[in-house]
């Protein structure tokens, strides 16, 4: 008997709610990025259950994709938080929350 | 087998999952999301995707994360208080985490019109990387194109936000030399 | 089911065996051979040729007293010698040592997990190797260590995009991410090395720079940075730095024999069953061997890098060569030559 895929889907909605609710409550820029990428890879998950349960590449090529896109945007956002850093010296979100200096 | 495969690393991704939101430290967070990682990787090998499983661990706890921990420690990055280390902002974090999840499964069982207990067999086409690689380069060829130019334009991106800021010199204004960096005694970020 | 565990039962032995005898005779060989280059005896005093000498090393790391100091983050402390041995002893998993072993009609492949995509969980296992440095030089509280730590985490994900390039490059003609058929391929053609010499040279820097060996060594940096990253560690947790270090060299080195030269096969010999493994693995110890024997010569003959003149390397240099010649191999492929 195999795993149905509606477990991998509640793990998926799991993790996502996990890194959703954590996201929305942290104040370190940085663990809210690592946050994000939680729920990345949850998204990765559920798209990778459904290319299973209907035998396609389709689910495969997505996470291929996201993968991607995601490793681009870690790369920019770390750049981002070290040159506020060099201005704000923090990097809690709730004081870098003036435009100007 | 499957299911025992499947209960050990659900439960070491949840658990860990768990430690990445409640940990002050965040080297800690970031070590606890590479073993949340690696669990999930175990979880796309057996569902098929053998392939993705290994990009997964090459490319989010061989590299992402490495980048994660080194801007960590280049920020010197202490532990903070946040909203989950009082009592009462625990509670309120688990709230928020259960509304979330109690909505995403309904919206999943209320909208599926295929009974989800059907899974398509593991075929030799699916595990296989030949498959992937012949619908990736066919009907996916621009967006394949196209996530290699966003690539190229983040590395250019990354590597200009993270420069050191260059301040023009107000009486002889800003030459072109002024924006490259000649002074080899001015240290670098290690 | 049961010969399948019995056969990986087998390989697993074999390969744990060679890995924990290889890390005592580089001790030796690593002693001998820097004081060859340096014109003076070595160890010759336990045994002949000093060949007790790292029975001796070991009982002295058991018995040193084991210092932890007082301000040192105790779980990534004690974690990060132990994560220095996993990734190589992971690795080692998808390397090949003998032709299929046929048993009843059915071939039993001589490597511990024949996954298809062999050569992608050898580099994503690989990768997690740059933890346990990270881990100690942070965890340790201390600056020198600190430095180390981010000198080796940027170093060696920077190397870790030209090695898998000129592994890619590898995988072009073959077809297939699978050791065995990257062997069989070499078999029925030429060794690797000939035809890709560009992709080979920018395998070989970089896996100087993957293991942290001289001329790339400085997260340990041993005259700049006190010790690099493993300062604060004293007795058998040090010897579990330089355990994991020569067990990811070995794995590397099996890596690239398998790659480039033909792993456990030599040209004209066609031999089968049990003689046939047990050549086979000969001839791939023996080859992994000359490659160890090169990265102690390497190490004692070139002065240290510096960490800008490292980082121009891996990123102006290198991969501009792995990426010309990943380009080459596949024009190469297409034209049929290859």
Not at chain 1, 29 to 53: D, H, T, V
Not at chain 3, 163 to 180: D, E, Q, R, Y
Request: charged share 10%; proline share 5%.
């Amino acid at each position: 008997m195999s795993v149905p895929v509606s477990w991998y889907l509640m793990l998926s909605a799991a993790l996502f709610a996990i890194g959703a609710a954590g996201a929305l409550t942290r104040r370190n820029g940085i663990s809210i990025f690592l946050l994000i990428e939680l729920m990345l890879n949850a998204g990765n998950l559920a798209l990778i259950a459904y290319a299973r349960q209907w035998g396609t590449h389709t689910g495969q090529i997505i996470v291929f994709f996201v993968m991607a896109v995601a490793a681009a945007e870690a790369a920019i956002g770390l750049a981002l938080f070290i040159a506020v850093y060099r201005h704000r010296r923090t990097i809690d979100v709730n004081r870098i929350n003036l435009m100007r200096w | 087998m499957e299911i025992a495969i499947f209960a050990i690393f659900a439960l070491l991704a949840l658990g860990s999952s768990l430690v990445v939101v409640m940990h002050r430290n965040p080297v800690y967070s970031t070590m606890s999301l590479v073993v949340t990682l690696f669990s999930v990787a175990v979880l796309f090998v057996i569902l098929g995707s053998p392939f993705i499983g290994a990009l997964q661990v090459l490319i989010y706890t061989g590299a992402i994360l490495v980048l994660f921990l080194f801007v960590i420690m280049l920020l010197n990055v202490t532990k903070e208080e946040n909203t989950a280390s009082t009592q009462k902002g625990q509670l309120g974090v688990a709230v928020l985490g259960a509304v979330i999840f109690g909505g995403l499964v309904l919206a999943l069982f209320w909208s599926s019109h295929v009974p989800l207990d059907q899974m398509a067999p593991l075929s030799e086409e699916l595990v296989s990387m030949k498959g992937l690689a012949r619908v990736l380069f066919t009907e996916y060829l621009l967006p394949f194109e196209i996530v290699g130019l966003l690539l190229l334009v983040a590395v250019i991106g990354a590597t200009v936000a993270a420069r050191r800021p260059v301040l023009p010199d107000a009486t002889s204004g800003l030459m072109p030399s002024d924006l490259v960096r000649t002074s080899p005694e001015e240290e670098p970020l290690p | 089911m049961t010969p399948n565990l019995i056969a990986t039962g087998i390989n697993i032995a074999v390969m744990l065996g060679f890995m924990l005898t290889v890390v005592p005779v580089m001790v030796w060989v690593e002693r001998r051979g820097s004081a060859l280059i340096q014109d003076r005896p070595g160890p010759n005093r336990l045994g002949p040729f000093g060949l007790i000498q790292p029975l001796a090393d070991a009982l002295k790391f058991m018995f040193k007293e084991d210092v932890t100091p007082n301000a040192v983050d105790k779980p990534l402390y004690l974690l990060a010698p132990a994560l220095a041995i996993m990734p190589a002893m992971l690795t080692i998993s998808v390397i090949p040592f003998g032709p299929d072993f046929v048993l009843n009609g059915v071939a039993y492949p001589l490597m511990i997990t024949s996954a298809p995509a062999g050569v992608l969980l050898f580099l994503a296992l690989g990768s997690l190797g740059v933890y346990s440095l990270v881990l100690a030089g942070y965890a340790s509280n201390n600056k020198f260590s600190l430095m180390g730590a981010i000198r080796a985490s940027a170093q060696m994900i920077s190397y870790e995009l030209a090695l898998t390039m000129a592994v890619l490059a590898v995988v072009i003609p073959v077809g297939s991410f699978h050791l065995g058929d990257i062997v069989e391929y070499q078999r029925a053609h030429v060794w690797t090395f000939i035809p890709q010499i560009l992709g080979f040279g920018v395998f070989l820097i970089a896996s100087f720079a993957e293991t942290n060996r001289l001329p790339f060594d400085l997260p340990e940096a041993e005259s700049e940075l006190v010790a690099g990253f493993h300062t604060e560690y004293s007795a058998m947790r040090f010897a579990s730095f330089f355990m994991g270090e020569y067990m990811s060299m070995t794995s590397l080195s099996a890596l690239g024999v398998t790659l480039y030269f033909g792993g456990w096969s030599l040209p004209g010999v066609h031999l089968d069953g049990l003689l046939g493994a047990i050549v086979g693995l000969l001839v791939l110890v023996a080859k992994i061997g000359v490659c160890m024997a090169v990265f102690v010569w390497v190490r004692w003959s070139f002065p240290r890098f510096r960490y800008d003149q490292l980082m121009r390397l891996g990123w102006k240099v290198l991969m501009p060569i792995a990426i010309v010649n990943l380009i080459a191999v596949s024009a190469m492929t297409l034209a049929g030559w290859l």
